[in-house]
């Protein structure tokens, strides 16, 4: 069954804050292998002109695809998350993720298409922090295998 295409420009709410830790920080850095010290050490992350430790790039992806699960388990959508798969993941910043940053996630449908019988949506999450001030957005790219005929 095709997505409802009458979804292309929904926004939902803004998410409850989330609260970005060092330890976090420091814990998905170690995961993805990265060694930059302004991931890990607040005094080097100072040296190099940050206020605390900034987070690797990919970090947003924790914040935004919760945010996105409120686009993919909305029924009325009509995604069956059982054949979806993760396509495409891209990030436009303003400024790094921070220890500190308590930030918030408005997700928007962008697309919803059918190709070759899959479902393909694309969800923009647009992060702001506790000013209000844009942080980075986050574009997500989800395909829905099409169901095997029997």
């Known amino acids: 069954m095709a997505l409802d295409q009458s979804f292309v420009g929904r926004s939902y709410p803004p998410t409850p804050p989330y609260e970005v830790g060092r330890e976090k920080i420091r814990e998905f850095a170690t995961a993805v ?3 930059n010290p302004a991931y890990t050490d ?3 992350a100072r040296a190099m002109g940050h206020p605390d430790v900034i987070a690797p790039p990919t970090f947003a992806f924790a914040i935004t695809y919760q945010a996105a699960a409120i686009v993919i388990e909305d029924p009325k959508l009509g995604l069956d998350f ?11 910043y303003t400024r790094p993720v921070r220890a500190g940053d308590r930030l918030t996630v408005v997700s928007t449908v962008e697309s919803v298409k059918l190709l070759l019988g899959n479902d393909v949506v694309d969800i923009r999450g647009e992060v702001h922090d506790e000013a209000g001030q844009h942080v980075v957005t986050a574009w997500t790219k989800l395909v829905a295998r099409a169901a095997e005929e029997a």
Do not use: I, L, N
């Open 33 to 35: 292998g990265e060694s």
């Open 42 to 44: 607040p005094e080097a």
């Open 82 to 92: 059982s054949r979806v798969v993760h396509r495409e993941q891209r990030f436009s």
